[in-house]
């Protein structure tokens, strides 16, 4: 019986793990070189807390710079602790116990914690999203945090280190600690894109890490007795970065993965959660980096909640594919160009807003960092929509504080088992994320209102934004008296009748999508 109420328990106990992702920081501290110019106006950091809608933004003093970014928060969405790679603070922002020095020594440490950001390091990058934290699979109030490292800030673009150090939250009256630090998972040549899904048992964690300059992905499997060596993986074309700029994502489904980089283009795969193994779908290496407003090298990529959209920044660009297109690459809608703000003034105390990183938020929102210091955010509000209808808007959200670079990592906390596969095995039957990547097209259905009626001077047609068509009107006798064609998306359509004479009218409507004919009465009054 004791077994049975065990089992019983596991699955309330990871269910409430969907609000890991409700805490979002940013920002610089006081006496960062970088805003210096600006007087301090937009020093300290920022809190964005998703427990709100729309969110809760705060300012806080910040004990370090948050570059590269990862946090995480309790099951009610409450923050635990956060860190830039090489130190970590508890809730109190204050450095947690044994929660300095990770990464000591490599370039993270030294660009992040010690703010060296010029002089002797021109071919370095920040590693922004090179920090990435799980909760330890089977150990209760346990988090692995795990960090990329580069030995030689000197001149590489690459990590040489994949890294992991343990928090226990049991620790230090619930603030947490660190128990052991800087453990050495795998030493090879690592992009900086440091990404994670849940396995399909619903309670382990994949990592995948591609290796630089190569067509070749690094996959790990976190569980409860440990990190694995990884799988090795040739599969997919080369990534390769000059400078700075790339980003991974799994798809909320977890059935897709995604990467960009400036040389190794747009990849997207298919991935196994019960194997762990890859398959290319997608390779796409035209991207333009380059608008009116000259070049950049920052890459983005976020999927839309239902993983139907995905979103990626080339440059100065945004474009947007559909995953259940036949042929995904021509399905690419350019979405947007970064529009010059901050570029030829600062009058906004704003270095240029362009395009970089981006994370899809537990609103089911999209939110863009920049690529230089500003105190906004780009946001996507309707990301599950086809083409311009997903509403980006730029510098969406004014922020208290500066932020730069990259925006906080996270897996997406909100999957669990895949129910039906070899691997579902554990009894935890999660909820289960919208499966938009695999279901049909729906049925794009028709209905058709028509207000004011009676009607005196001008009707208002109203038909889903999918469907457009033949509009027809006639008169009681069945004459034809006017034709109106209506697109898709049209929103309301109006009939100016003022010149009818008064009386019964029938107003049809022929969908080009296939669909029902629908028929309404009108009358005209004066």
């Not at 703010?115 to 922004?128: H, K, M």
């Not at 019964?504 to 009465?521: D, H, N, S």
């Amino acid at each position: 019986m004791k077994q049975l109420f065990c089992l019983l328990l596991l699955p309330m106990g990871l269910f409430a793990q969907v609000k890991f992702d409700y805490q979002w920081l940013m920002g610089y501290p006081t006496g960062s070189d970088t805003i210096d110019q600006f007087n301090g106006v937009y020093y300290d950091g920022t809190q964005i807390d998703f427990k709100f809608s729309p969110p809760k933004i705060t300012k806080f003093d910040i004990p370090f710079e948050l570059n590269a970014t990862t946090l995480i928060s309790d099951s009610s969405g409450k923050l635990l602790f956060y860190t830039n790679g090489c130190l970590i603070a508890n809730k109190n922002h204050e450095i947690m116990a044994n929660g300095a020095e990770i990464n000591k020594g490599g370039l993270g440490y030294v660009q992040e914690c010690l703010g060296l950001y010029s002089g002797g390091y021109p071919n370095s990058y920040a590693t922004n999203q090179g920090v990435l934290i799980l909760p330890w699979p089977g150990k209760l109030n346990k988090y692995a945090l795990f960090h990329l490292h580069k030995p030689d800030p000197t001149s590489r673009v690459f990590n040489e280190n994949l890294k992991y150090t343990l928090i226990d939250m049991e620790q230090d009256g619930g603030l947490g600690a660190v128990t052991e630090k800087n453990h050495q998972v795998f030493r090879d040549t690592f992009c900086d894109m440091l990404t994670a899904v849940r396995h399909a048992n619903g309670r382990d964690w994949w990592l995948v890490l591609p290796k630089y300059n190569a067509g070749r992905y690094f996959v790990f499997l976190l569980s409860p007795e440990g990190i694995s060596e990884p799988t090795i993986q040739e599969v997919g074309g080369l990534i390769k970065h000059s400078s700075w700029g790339v980003q991974a994502a799994f798809s909320p489904s977890g059935k897709k993965y995604a990467n960009m980089s400036l040389e190794g283009g747009l990849q997207v795969f298919d991935f196994d959660r019960c194997s762990g193994n890859m398959k290319s779908v997608l390779h796409c290496d035209d991207l333009d980096f380059s608008t009116v407003f000259g070049e950049s090298y920052a890459c983005g990529v976020a999927f839309s909640n239902s993983s139907r959209f995905l979103y990626v920044v080339s440059g100065l660009n945004l474009y947007q594919f559909d995953m259940r297109a036949d042929d995904i690459l021509s399905s690419k809608v350019h979405l947007a160009e970064y529009d010059g703000f901050g570029y030829l003034n600062n009058k906004d105390v704003s270095l240029p807003t362009t395009f970089y990183q981006m994370m899809l938020a537990p609103d089911r929102k999209i939110y863009m960092s920049t690529s230089n210091g500003s105190h906004y955010l780009h946001v996507i509000h309707q990301p599950d929509s086809l083409g311009l209808a997903c509403n980006f808007q730029q510098r969406a959200m004014d922020l208290p504080t500066f932020h730069s670079f990259g925006i906080p990592n996270f897996p997406h906390f909100r999957l669990y088992d895949l129910p039906g596969s070899p691997c579902d095995t554990l009894g935890i039957n999660g909820p289960q994320p919208p499966e938009d990547t695999l279901l049909p097209p729906p049925v794009c259905s028709t209905y058709l209102s028509l207000w004011p009626n009676p009607v005196s001077s001008v009707a208002s047609v109203e038909l889903p934004d999918c469907q457009g068509g033949l509009l027809s009107i006639f008169d009681a006798a069945g004459r034809l008296i006017e034709e109106q064609r209506i697109e898709p998306g049209e929103g309301a359509h109006p009939i100016v009748v003022s010149e009818y004479v008064p009386g019964i009218y029938f107003v049809r409507f022929w969908p080009e999508k296939g669909g029902e004919v629908v028929v309404r009465g009108m009358a005209v009054v004066r």
